[in-house]
C-alpha cells in the first residue's frame, strides 16, 4: 500500500503512526498502574523506530562520507543519548517534532515554488507552423524567423513576431501584471507568452525561441537566485561556524565539568545533547532564502522582474533615482499638442487650425519621420487624392512640396531662417514645426529654386505625452522614502523644466549627448550617500544601466541591450511600479531580519538556559523546530501579501 | 562560461549550501550558486562539461539522491 505513495505522503503517514503509538505510550507512562513499565518502553521505541529510521539511517551513510556535523547525525546522537539515560519520551518526542519539522519545511518550500510555478506557466509547448501543404504543430524550438504562425483563441503566442493576418485582444497578465488586454491588429508586432482572447492570429516569426520574450523572461527568473543577498550569505557563512562551534561546546559540556566535579555524567551529557538539538541552523538557512524568494515572486506577479535577491535588497537602500525622460516618463510616441496658425495684419487668423493641420499633413505626406508620422496621425484624413508634387527634403531642417501649385515649407528653425522669416515663437516646450508658404510655383524657376521671402503661416507644436501614472508614481517615491529625483534628458532645457515642473522632479539636466549621461550619473552617484537607482529604456542608457546600484529597464518598449545591463525591468513600462518594488524591499528585508534576530535570539538563550541545567529536551524541541516553523511561516507572509500587493495596483 | 542546471531531489536547503561550498573549492570552477528555492546551480567554469562529473561528486557526498540534471 505504502508504495504508491509519494516520499511525502509516506512521510505523513509514518509521523501520524508514530505520533499515535507516541500519544499512548505517555499516557501509559503516567498511568503506571495500567500497563507495566517495560511494555510501555517498547511502545516507545517502536515509535521511535517509525519515525526516526529515515535519519539514523542516513546519519549512518553520511558517517562513512565523514559528515559529522550533517543534523541527521546530531538528531541520531541526541536522541539515541536520550535512550541511554531512559528518557524515552524526550528522545521520541525529538525524533517526531524532527520529522514533522522536515515535513513542514517541504511543504512551504513546494508551496512556494508552487506560487511562482504560474510564471513558468508562460513557456508554450507547441507552434502551429503554416507549409505549404496545410499546417503542422511543431515544438516552438524549431520555428525559424520568418516562418508563419497560426495562434487560435485560448493559445498562448509561442514566439515574438508580427501580425500578417487576423485581429483580436490579447492577455498579457502573465508578462505585466496587467489585467486590462491589449487590442492587435495586422501589422502589429507581438510577444510570446501573451494569451490570444479571440481572434485567429497568423503570425511572421521575428526571433528564434532562445530570444523570445517568454525564453528571455524564464532565463531571467530562473537564474534570479544565482545573485544572493547580503542577508543570504551572511546566514551561509554564519551556518559553516555555528554548527561545528555548538558541537564542540557539548562535547566540552559533557566532558570538563563531571571532571572537575568528580561526577554528575548523566545530567551534564543530557545537557550536552539539548546543545546538540539547537545545534542545527535550519530555521535561518530555509527561512532567509524563502523571504527573498518570496518578495521575487511578489516582484513578478506584478509584472517586474529582479534579477537577484541582492538587488531586491539594495532597492531597500536607494534614496536617490536618476530617470531618462523619452519612453521611461513619457511615452515616447509624439502626439500634436497644439497648433497655431500665424495672425494677418488685422488680427485675425490667416487659416483655421485644421486648414494649417491639414496642410502639415500634405507637405510631410511621404517622410516617415516620428514627427511627420504624429502630424499624420492627428490629421487623420485620407492624403492619396491630393494634389501634391515635388516633394524634397531638406536635410535636417524639413520638407518642402508643391501644392496645387503653391510651393509650400514646413520644418525647424533653421529652415524659417533661411526662408528669411525671424518672425515666429522660438520659447516653447515642444518641438515645432514651422510652415511657411514662397508663393506659386510659377514665378518660381524650377523646384530648387530658393524663394527671397515666404509668408509665414503658423506652426504646430508637437510634444512626448507624459505617462498617465508618472506624476503619481513620483510623490509615491517620495513618501517610500526616496529623497532626491533627478532627470537627465537629451531634450531642451525648456522642455525638460515643464516635465520636471509638472511631474514634480527635483532637478533635471538637459541638453545631454549620450556619453553625457554617464558623466551626469557618475557625478550624482559620488555625490550621494545611499544608494542611487537609474531608469532607462532606450539603448544609449545602457552604459548608465550598469553603472548604477540599480538598474531599472523599461521592459515592454526597451531595447534588448538595456533590459540585459538592467537588474530590475519593468515589464509593462509603468514607473508607478518602482515604489511598489521598494515597498516589497523593505518588507522582505524586514522579514529576514526579524528571522535572524528572532531564530539567534531563541537559540542563545535555551543554549545558556539549556548550559545551566534549566532546560529540557522539549525546550531544546522547541529551539530548533518551533523556531524553524515560526520563521518559515513568517516568511510565507511575503508570498502571501505578494498577492495583496498584485491586487492592490 | 556559465552555464544553468536543474538539480534533481534537492531536499534541505544546509544541504544545497554545503554542496556550494564544496563545488566552490574545486579549483576549476570560478563560482558556483546553488538556490534551493529554485532548484538550480549555476556554474562558471572555463571547461563545464569537464567540471560537472567532480560537481556530481560534491553533491553526492552530501545529499547521495541529488542529480545534476544534464539536457
Not at chain 1, 142 to 167: K, N, Q, S, Y
Not at chain 1, 612 to 622: D, K, P, Q, S
Request: include cysteine; charge should be negative; aromatic fraction near 6%.
Amino acid at each position: 500500500m505504502l508504495k504508491n505513495l509519494s516520499k511525502q505522503q509516506k512521510d505523513i503517514f509514518k509521523i501520524a503512526a508514530a505520533a499515535v503509538i507516541f500519544v499512548i505510550a505517555m499516557v501509559l507512562h503516567h498511568l503506571p498502574d495500567i500497563a507495566p513499565a517495560p511494555a510501555v518502553i517498547l511502545l516507545f521505541l517502536a515509535a521511535y523506530i517509525i519515525v526516526g529510521y529515515g535519519p539514523v539511517s542516513k546519519a549512518v551513510v553520511n558517517i562513512s562520507h565523514g559528515k559529522v556535523f550533517d543534523e541527521n547525525f546530531l538528531m541520531t546522537v541526541a536522541t539515541i543519548g536520550a535512550l541511554v539515560l531512559r528518557q524515552w519520551d524526550e528522545a521520541v518526542a525529538v525524533m517526531l517534532f524532527y520529522a514533522i519539522g522536515e515535513a513542514f519545511e517541504h511543504y512551504a518550500v513546494n508551496k512556494s515554488r508552487g506560487s511562482i510555478s504560474d510564471l513558468m506557466d508562460i513557456c508554450p509547448d507547441f507552434a502551429n507552423r503554416i507549409t505549404e501543404d496545410g499546417e503542422e504543430t511543431v515544438d516552438p524550438y524549431d520555428i525559424m524567423p520568418g516562418d508563419i504562425i497560426i495562434v487560435r483563441p485560448g493559445e498562448r503566442i509561442p514566439l515574438d513576431g508580427v501580425i500578417t493576418e487576423g485581429a483580436g485582444s490579447l492577455d498579457s497578465s502573465a508578462l505585466t501584471g496587467e489585467s486590462i488586454p491589449i487590442d492587435v491588429a495586422e501589422g502589429m508586432a507581438v510577444s510570446s507568452g501573451c494569451i490570444d482572447l479571440n481572434g485567429v492570429l497568423k503570425i511572421r516569426v521575428t526571433s528564434e525561441f532562445d530570444d523570445s520574450t517568454v525564453a528571455r523572461i524564464l532565463d531571467l527568473v530562473e537564474n534570479s537566485g544565482s545573485k544572493k543577498a547580503r542577508v543570504e550569505k551572511f546566514i551561509t557563512k554564519f551556518a559553516r561556524y555555528y554548527t561545528p562551534a555548538v558541537v564542540f561546546s557539548a562535547l566540552a559540556l559533557a566532558v570538563i565539568p563531571p571532571l572537575i566535579l568528580h561526577g554528575g555524567w548523566s545530567d551534564w551529557i543530557y545537557r550536552a545533547l539539548l546543545f546538540l538539538i539547537i545545534s542545527c541552523p535550519c530555521a535561518l538557512v530555509i527561512s532567509v532564502p524563502l523571504a527573498f524568494f518570496g518578495g521575487v515572486g511578489a516582484a513578478s506577479r506584478i509584472g517586474v522582474l529582479v534579477k537577484g535577491s541582492d538587488y531586491l535588497e539594495a532597492m531597500a537602500d536607494v534614496d536617490t533615482i536618476v530617470f531618462d525622460k523619452t519612453g521611461t516618463l513619457t511615452t515616447g510616441i509624439f502626439k500634436v499638442a497644439g497648433i497655431t496658425p500665424a495672425l494677418a495684419e488685422d488680427g485675425s487668423s490667416l487659416m483655421t487650425e485644421d486648414q494649417l493641420l491639414g496642410l502639415a499633413a500634405h507637405i510631410e505626406m511621404y517622410s516617415n519621420h516620428p514627427i511627420a508620422r504624429s502630424i499624420k496621425e492627428a490629421y487623420a484624413n485620407d492624403l492619396s487624392d491630393s494634389n501634391v508634387s515635388d516633394v524634397t527634403e531638406i536635410s535636417g531642417k524639413g520638407m518642402r512640396a508643391v501644392i496645387e501649385g503653391s510651393v509650400y515649407y514646413a520644418g525647424n528653425a533653421g529652415l524659417m531662417h533661411d526662408l528669411g522669416i525671424d518672425d515666429y515663437p522660438q520659447d516653447e516646450a515642444a518641438t515645432l514645426v514651422h510652415i511657411a508658404c514662397a508663393g506659386s510655383a510659377d514665378s518660381l524657376s524650377g523646384a530648387e529654386a530658393e524663394p527671397e521671402h515666404a509668408l509665414y503661416l503658423g506652426h504646430i507644436a508637437i510634444s512626448d505625452a507624459i505617462k498617465p501614472n508618472a506624476q503619481k508614481a513620483i510623490s509615491l517615491m517620495k513618501q517610500s522614502g526616496i529623497d532626491r529625483t533627478v532627470m537627465l534628458t537629451g531634450d531642451r532645457e525648456i522642455i525638460a523644466d515643464k516635465v520636471a515642473s509638472e511631474l514634480g522632479i527635483d532637478e533635471h539636466i538637459s541638453g545631454l549627448l549620450p556619453e553625457g549621461k554617464v558623466e551626469a550619473f557618475e557625478q550624482i552617484i559620488t555625490g550621494s550617500d545611499g544608494k542611487v537607482a537609474f531608469v532607462g529604456d532606450g539603448i544609449n542608457d545602457a552604459p548608465t544601466l550598469a553603472r548604477a546600484d540599480i538598474g531599472l529597464a523599461m521592459g515592454g518598449m526597451g531595447q534588448q541591450a538595456a533590459i540585459e545591463a538592467a537588474d530590475i525591468v519593468i515589464m509593462d513600462d509603468d514607473p508607478s511600479k518602482i515604489p511598489v518594488i521598494k515597498r516589497i524591499s523593505k518588507r522582505t528585508i524586514g522579514i529576514a531580519k526579524q528571522n535572524v534576530v528572532f531564530a539567534l535570539a531563541v537559540k542563545f538563550a535555551v543554549l545558556i538556559l539549556g548550559a545551566i541545567g534549566l532546560a529540557n529536551m522539549w525546550l531544546a524541541v522547541f529551539a530548533d523546530v518551533g523556531v524553524s516553523v515560526i520563521c518559515i511561516l513568517n516568511s510565507m507572509r511575503m508570498i502571501v501579501s505578494s498577492r495583496k500587493e498584485a491586487e492592490r495596483i | 562560461m556559465k552555464k544553468s542546471f536543474k538539480l534533481e531531489n534537492l531536499d534541505c536547503a544546509n544541504c544545497a549550501a554545503k554542496m556550494e561550498a564544496a563545488i566552490n573549492k574545486l579549483d576549476e570552477v570560478e563560482e558556483c550558486s546553488i538556490s534551493f528555492m529554485t532548484q538550480r546551480m549555476n556554474i562558471v567554469a572555463d571547461d563545464i562539461d569537464a567540471v560537472i562529473p567532480k560537481a556530481q561528486e560534491c553533491i553526492s557526498k552530501v545529499e547521495p539522491d541529488c542529480k545534476i540534471i544534464v539536457r
